[in-house]
């Protein structure tokens, strides 16, 4: 098992879209759209970059494998190592196609053309999804009710992983105003609905980690972190094969 990154690099998934894009001397070249999720397995396939200026690029838009991205923290932004040559012939999404229509063939040759090795998915790639369409996806219980929604998923910025769901549960032991970090392991995506499911109970949750109003859903430390996977009893995120 090895140790990857620190909860300091957490970061909102909605602060992630708009995040500047470096060249390898620190000179910016573009930002991150969008991130494009697997639902089933909680990492980041790739994120969707746009390339104003850089070749002139501004319309279309370049699926990049996240382990090329290296997040800068005196930049405030991601480093990427990238010739304007390999842009010149990379995959890219053209105008008006969907960022989630993706199938096995295109994930395939996006990696292999920039020699990436392909994440491993637990489903197909149609369980790909945008960042900021699993912001208000809906969550529901173990049979089937509607017990509340995604505010925000916390990124790991170093490795790609989500560390976990931030959800609020309107109704639910009628709590609305705080919000819960939930591991993500723990969130099951179904077709339909359209939503995850999460099995637990009022009794749980009563006692459950919580965020306060007003308190930071990025301000967490190891120590936090370790309370919310302790107490659900999930492997932490951090500890990967």
Known sequence: MTEHGTTSSLIASDRVEGTAVYD???????????????KAS????YAVLSFGGFLGIGADH???????????EKLGGYRVDITEEQLKNAPKIEQGESW??????????VHGYWEQPAPVQERQTSSLITSDRVEGMPVYDARGKRIGK???????????RI??????????????????????????YNE?????????????????????QGENWEQTNRARNQNVYDYWEVRYYWLVE
């Not at 990049?64 to 290296?70: G, V």
């Not at 769901?165 to 819960?180: K, M, P, Q, R, V």
């Not at 339909?192 to 306060?212: R, V, W």
Request: net charge negative; hydrophobic share 35%; proline share 7%.
């Open 100 to 109: 989630e229509q993706a199938n096995g063939d295109r994930g395939e040759e």
């Open 42 to 45: 909680g990492c980041v396939a």
């Open 192 to 212: 339909k609905p359209d939503g995850f499911q999460l099995d637990i109970t009022e009794e749980q949750l009563k006692n459950a980690p919580k965020i306060e």
């Open 150 to 160: 995604v505010e925000r998923m916390m990124i790991d910025k170093l490795t790609g």
């Open 24 to 38: 390898a001397h620190g000179k910016r070249i573009g930002k991150v759209e969008r991130l494009v999720i697997d």
């Open 62 to 72: 370049y699926p990049i494998p996240w382990p090329m991205l290296d997040y800068d």
């Open 163 to 188: 560390a976990y769901a931030i959800l609020s549960f309107g109704g639910f032991l009628g709590i609305g105003e705080d919000h819960y970090p939930i591991p993500w392991s723990m969130l099951t």
